[in-house]
């Protein structure tokens, strides 16, 4: 886990960041430290990342520690995502990729937000291009977490599917190399507590927890 402004960092060397400490080995169950950590207040979250960085996990991981996901919510990969946002902000990036003028509807916004229920973890793969829209709308102090991921293997992950192209010649808003760059700005930008967390650790994080092969 990062603390700080990666808004400095390049293309390649988003491939290398790194957290400088090793993962903390697995210890024991204390029940005391449980029930300590228990009564903290729990912030809302804001999970942003490009598509296929290893946000579903993330959100996956907080909704089974006790945050509360969107309603309506989606399936599988759209874990943690408002269908209604999701939409909403699907066709807004596509209309910016095809050089028109897309409108933000500031009243869906609303609606979604009052109807998330607190403590939240609130995920959008289009928030690295939409979440200074969102802000107006969101708590201050909720916490952004940008989950990033090798961007080699996260382009490979697009060109798999069928999704975003290594082109170019697009519009920022339709490659992961501008989504990319989206992103490092909306967390520079962000005035609120945000941290960083790697995809890669994520990754090692859970293999921890896997059940030792017979």
Partial sequence: MVDGQPANLTWAESNTVTTGKPLM????????????L?????????MMGIGHSGTSIATKMLNAMGWNLPEPRGDGGRAGESEAAR??????????ANGKSPVFNEQLAMKVVSELKEPYVFKHPRFVITLQLWAPFLPQDALLIWV?????DT????TRRGHMRDDSSLHPAAT????FEYA??????????KVVIRYEDLVRAVSLFRRPEK
């Fill in 87 to 96: 939409a909403h902000d699907m066709r807004y990036c596509r209309q910016l």
């Fill in 25 to 36: 080995e697995p210890r024991e169950y204390d029940p005391a430290t449980a029930v300590y």
């Fill in 176 to 179: 992961v190399k501008g989504h």
């Fill in 148 to 152: 990033t991921r090798n961007l080699v």
């Fill in 155 to 158: 382009q490979e992950s697009h």
């Fill in 184 to 193: 490092k700005n909306t967390y520079a930008w962000w005035p609120g507590p």
């Fill in 38 to 46: 228990s009564k903290i207040p729990r912030p809302n979250l804001l």
